[in-house]
């Protein structure tokens, strides 16, 4: 007799499932159904939906802070470094302006505007001028030319030094040396070193 290996036997039966009842879920559903409310809406009924409005806020940016204002303060005339200053005429500061007190303040003002009536370095007239100039050396000068011709000694022209005034009629000015002088000329102009115009000037010699 031919032996059957465990592996070709007949397979065991399985174990019966319960029995589903398919009926009672069927009739529990249907029984759902029958009783749940029912919902009916007309054919030509309208739909409608509420859309909320948004409103769009622009951030307002502040501009930015304007830049300062910058502010210089002009540099007073009279706090000026005692330093040379070409002449107005093309040609150098006379030599003679180096060591005297009268030409090396005089030299302060080249450039200020002439003005009428003016004595002070906003602007000169030519008697102004020179009152201002020796002033500055604690001297005190009459304000007219005529007065001013008449507030020292005269000299003659060889004997004139730099820092003398040089008069003329209706005019003055300070005396340079080498036939130049400086003064304030005439509306337009300015205070300037130049050469002697006059025909005859008269010299006059200032002393404290």
């Known amino acids: ?12 039966e399985l174990s019966a499932l319960p029995a589903v009842d398919t009926a009672g879920l069927a009739a529990g559903a249907l029984t759902a159904l029958a009783t749940a ?19 769009v806020v622009k951030e307002e940016v502040a501009p930015p802070p304007p830049p300062p204002v910058r502010t210089e303060t002009p540099t007073s005339r009279d706090n000026a470094p005692r330093t040379e200053t070409p002449a107005k005429d093309g040609g150098k500061v006379p ?11 005089a030299a302060r003002y080249v450039g200020v505007p002439y003005r009428s009536g003016g004595s002070s370095p906003k602007g000169f007239d030519c008697s102004g001028f020179t009152q201002y100039v020796y002033g500055k050396l604690g001297i005190s000068l009459p304000r007219t030319t005529g007065a001013q011709k008449n507030a020292g000694t005269i000299v003659s022209r060889k004997d004139a030094k730099p820092g003398d005034i040089i008069w003329s009629p209706g ?3 300070i005396y340079a040396g080498d036939n130049m002088q400086i003064d304030a000329p005439r509306p337009g102009k300015t205070i300037q070193f130049r050469s002697i115009w006059q025909s005859n000037p008269v010299f006059v010699r200032i002393t404290g």
């Open 1 to 12: 007799m031919i032996g059957v290996s465990p592996a070709h036997a007949a397979p065991t």
């Open 37 to 55: 409310p029912q919902v009916t809406v007309d054919a030509d009924t309208e739909w409608s939906f509420d859309i909320p409005k948004v409103k």
């Open 95 to 105: 030599q003679a302006v180096k060591g005297n007190k009268v030409l090396e303040i």
């Open 171 to 173: 005019h003055v000015g």
